[in-house]
């Protein structure tokens, strides 16, 4: 890839649609999120036990990879069929070998699995926090693959970093404040945080890998590959792959005795793929007709309010620069244009 400026989806021209509709996705995306953060957290986390033996579900994340996968992928397939033309070889694929995806989905997997398997050990608002760091390895990744960025983008991803350190740095005091907090320092905290950091890692390599396979797709045979194509091909292999591991570790027959034994499990497991399936989706229609700053908006509150929603729900406790860390984090796009229009030099004009 030559050394140019990148385009995102912002610099495309979004499909016009009307106020209610963009009202109604944007409901559905905060909406879904926050209630799939919500069962997550409730499936894998620290607090999460069942039944009145207070049973842990050892193996939630790797049945939610694989499960959710499967309901992915066949929501994404559904949607190709009754929208693309051509054979249905084509419509699901446009004509992206599938050996193109196997490495990406190994990521894609690597991602799922680090991500989720650290809520036994973190709290789900520092998890979140976190996980809003992957613009990070993803810039990293694409620059390493010859992309270049305005300076804006750069500070974005300094403030994100500092925002996460104000947040881990300060504690609630002692005196006056009830319930668990954020960020306790502990091996637990210091594994969770290492899953974490593993599963951004990932995310360096699959992100700037999907836009070079989209990227050769346009310039080879000017096909035009969607959210739902990556949807569709990405969670096949990343189901196909769950599926061996979970067979090949002989889990997947605990898990399915485990889930049959515990009816609230099972509430929680469909709605979890409802929500992500419906929130994926809201996402992709908002990107395509309205453009990716208003979706950006949006998925920002949507952070905002899932963290907020697990410190109210569970009963946790933030100190004041904490409040501001994740302010600074999820904000941080915003203070950086902000802030790039005061310290930087303005583009020159052309007849300069």
């Known amino acids: 890839m030559s050394k140019k400026q990148v385009k995102t989806a912002a610099d495309a021209k979004p499909v016009e649609g009307s106020s209610f509709l963009m009202a109604v996705l944007a409901v559905g ?80 997997l690597g991602a ?29 990744g694409e620059v390493a693959l010859g992309a270049s960025y305005p300076a804006k983008k750069y500070l974005s991803v300094v403030l994100l970093v500092g925002g996460v350190m104000v947040f881990m740095a300060f504690q609630p005091s002692s005196k006056g404040d009830s319930g668990a907090p954020l960020v ?73 005795e485990f889930i049959g034994r515990h ?8 709605a979890h793929f409802i929500t ?16 990716a700053l208003t979706a950006t908006t949006v998925t920002t509150l949507r952070k905002l309010i899932s963290i907020m929603a697990s410190v109210v729900l569970y009963g946790r406790t933030m100190a004041p620069m904490q409040y501001a860390g994740v302010a600074i984090v999820v904000f941080s796009k915003y203070l950086a244009d902000a802030l790039a229009a005061i310290v930087l030099p303005a583009p020159k004009k052309k007849d300069e």
Not at 122 to 138: A, D, E, H, N, R
Not at 187 to 212: E, I, N, R
Request: with cysteine.
């Open 263 to 270: 009816q609230e499990v099972q509430t929680l497991l469909l």
């Open 29 to 108: 995306v905060i909406g879904s999120f926050t209630l799939n953060g919500i069962t997550m957290e409730k499936l894998t986390g620290r607090e999460a036990k069942f039944g009145d033996a207070g049973e842990k579900f050892e193996d939630a994340s790797s049945f939610l990879i694989l499960a959710q996968s499967i309901f992915a992928a066949v929501s994404a397939a559904l949607v190709l069929t009754l929208t693309q033309s051509g054979s249905l070889s084509h419509k699901l694929t446009a004509g992206v070998s599938p050996m193109k995806w196997l490495w990406i989905s190994i990521a894609f």
């Open 184 to 256: 306790e320092w502990n091996m637990d905290t210091a594994y969770g945080l290492g899953l974490l950091f593993a599963g951004l890692t990932c995310d360096a390599y699959y992100g700037p890998a999907q836009k070079v396979v989209k990227q050769n797709l346009l310039k080879d045979t000017g096909e035009t590959l969607t959210a739902y194509h990556n949807m569709c091909a990405m969670n096949v292999f990343q189901g196909l792959f769950a599926f061996v591991l979970m067979m090949q570790s002989g889990k997947l027959n605990g898990s399915l």
């Open 276 to 291: 992500y399936t419906t929130g994926a989706m809201c996402i992709f229609e908002l990107v395509s007709r309205f453009g």
């Open 112 to 140: 799922h699995k680090f991500g989720y398997g650290a809520l036994a050990y973190i709290s789900f608002p520092l998890q979140v926090l976190v996980k809003c760091c992957k613009p990070i390895p993803v810039l990293i």
